[in-house]
């Protein structure tokens, strides 16, 4: 009899989980406190935060991971739409609308790609209409 066994396939969750740990261990190396951890909006076409952390200074960081495994269609940081900073955005004030002061805020990526890690700070911006 002829057993082959198949090593468990990692899904793209999986995979995505492990960049946002990754993530979160280098922001809190470097001071950062975790506040919450894949915040979403409620209902239909809200928005969702990877990770949403604090600075030493006050200045709250909300993150959006991605990780990607080669340059195809701009990589990690080209597939971050201008829909999608819409979306993590609207999630932001949403997040923020408990807050009785607004802090100073910052919309950071993390990128996790072949193996190496980059930290964006103020990699998008809120802009008026």
């Known amino acids: 009899m002829n057993t082959f066994q198949h090593a468990p396939q990692v ?3 999986q995979l995505g989980d492990d960049a946002e740990d990754q993530a979160l261990a280098h922001l809190q190396d470097r001071g950062l406190q975790l ?6 909006t409620p209902g239909r076409g809200g ?3 990877d990770l949403i952390v604090r600075e030493p200074s006050g200045t709250v960081v909300f993150v ?3 990780r990607r495994a080669n340059q195809r269609h701009g990589g990690a940081l080209g597939s ?6 819409q979306r993590i955005i609207f999630a932001a004030q949403h997040y923020l609308r408990s807050w009785r002061h607004w802090p100073p ?3 950071d990526v ?3 790609e072949r193996g190496q890690l980059q930290w964006l700070q103020g990699a ?3 802009h008026a209409r």
């Open 35 to 40: 506040l919450v951890r894949n915040y979403r």
């Open 110 to 112: 993390v990128v996790v």
């Open 47 to 49: 928005g969702e935060i």
């Open 11 to 13: 899904t793209t969750k």
């Open 80 to 85: 971050i739409s201008q829909g999608k900073q």
């Open 64 to 66: 959006e991971v991605r």
């Open 124 to 126: 998008f911006q809120v």
């Open 105 to 107: 805020c910052r919309f």
